[in-house]
């Protein structure tokens, strides 16, 4: 019986254990790799208006609040991605 034991101990011993196949998690785009896609795409060829950009990327199937979008638009315009024109009060958003 002892014999037994340890030859399962020594198999089991050799073996690696293997972690089970982890599930891969899709990270969903940034709001700004979505800002860059935009661009790229053209669609700052022409200003646009904060409302504008929330329903091109709703359109897309993104949803966000327009205060969400603060901070990235503002962060591309840091990294000069971005310009913007003041028009009628409000900002557009070019391509720069």
């Known amino acids: 019986m002892v014999d037994d034991h340890e030859k399962r101990i020594k198999l089991l011993e ?14 969903s785009p940034s709001v700004m790799d979505l800002l860059l896609d935009l661009k790229e795409e053209g669609f700052f060829d022409k200003p646009k208006h904060l ?7 709703a359109r897309q199937g993104y949803h966000f ?11 591309a315009l ?3 991605e971005l310009g913007r024109i003041g028009k009628t009060g409000k900002w557009e958003y070019v391509r720069r």
């Open 14 to 27: 050799g073996k690696k254990i293997s972690k089970l196949p982890s599930k891969s998690i899709k990270k």
């Open 51 to 57: 409302k504008d950009i929330v329903s091109e990327l």
């Open 65 to 75: 609040m327009p205060t969400s979008l603060t901070n990235p638009l503002s962060r």
């Open 78 to 80: 840091r990294n000069k």
